[in-house]
């Protein structure tokens, strides 16, 4: 593994202080690399991005044990401006835009915290309209009348006009159609080789993020019940089984499906 820019390690969560969401979390994400958080509905994919970014406060969160490190540097009561500062901007799910600003004024409120003068922001607002040329062209229009596809690609578009190293980026695919979702993991790909940009992916769709991801993280009730390799997890037959979509059979949860594989073998 190259340079690691993010360490989570063992990192509970606790919502309105009873409520235990994320249960030991330890993931790495290296310098340059697009790593995803796969799983369900309700894994604790969001709560993870969250915690990372800082933005559970809002949500009545807080991260009671384990660390969170930012190339070295703790950063659990860093505030999400000085997290913006560092370079990590996340991208909520939703698709939030403002609904009665057009697509550039959208974009150009990414941009408020720098501090490197008009031109370099000029610059980046190409640079977003070179990724993005359906934002160029729905440039004026006002955010509300543009397609989920559209407003997707502009809350993305925001969060690169602040420069950042990392982007967390939470479930990018919901409610799109399928080409459009193929668009917008084409884009982080290009965005990862072409300017180096370092994406942390929470994502159901499992086959999509792992065809895009170097490395994935599986979650299932606020732990991590596996990782390895993008290509390995693909080509697992547990994970072809329960998330894949492959081979037969109702499974509650993908821990059933590991003691259940592990009885078959005790009692052959």
């Known amino acids: ?4 820019l993010l360490n989570v390690n063992g990192i509970e969560v606790i919502y309105n202080h009873v409520i235990l969401v994320l249960k030991g979390v330890s993931l790495q994400v290296p310098e340059g690399g697009i790593v995803a958080l796969l799983g ?4 604790g994919k969001t709560t993870t991005l969250r915690a990372v970014s800082n933005l559970l406060a809002g949500e009545r969160g807080e991260v009671t044990k ?6 070295g540097e703790r950063i659990e009561k860093l505030s999400t401006a000085e997290m913006v500062n560092r370079g ?3 991208v909520m799910e939703g698709r939030h835009c403002f609904a009665h600003l057009s697509i550039e004024e959208n974009l150009m409120t990414g941009a408020y915290t720098r501090t490197d003068g008009k031109a370099a ?9 070179n990724y993005f040329p359906r934002l160029k062209t729905r440039r004026t229009s006002q955010a509300a009348y543009t397609s989920g596809g559209e407003q997707q690609m502009c809350a993305i578009g925001r969060a690169l006009m602040a420069n950042p190293k990392m982007v967390l980026l939470d479930e990018p695919s ?11 993991f084409e884009i982080v790909k290009d965005l990862n080789s072409k300017e180096g940009t370092t994406f942390l992916l929470a994502e159901q769709n499992t086959n999509m993020a792992l065809r ?6 599986i979650l299932e009730s606020g732990r991590v019940v596996m990782d390895g390799e993008a290509k390995a997890l ?3 037959e547990d994970v072809k089984e329960f998330y894949l979509g492959v081979g037969g059979g109702d499974r509650k949860s993908f821990k059933d499906v590991k003691s259940y594989k592990r009885r078959k073998r005790w009692l052959a």
């Open 1 to 4: 593994m190259s340079n690691i």
């Open 40 to 43: 369900g509905n309700g894994a």
């Open 66 to 71: 384990g660390s969170i490190e930012l190339r």
């Open 88 to 90: 990590v901007i996340q």
């Open 121 to 129: 922001v000029n610059a980046t607002l190409e640079k977003v309209y």
């Open 174 to 184: 919901m409610g799109l159609a399928p080409q459009i979702v193929e668009e917008v």
């Open 212 to 217: 895009y991801a170097d490395y994935g993280y």
């Open 234 to 236: 693909r080509e697992n």
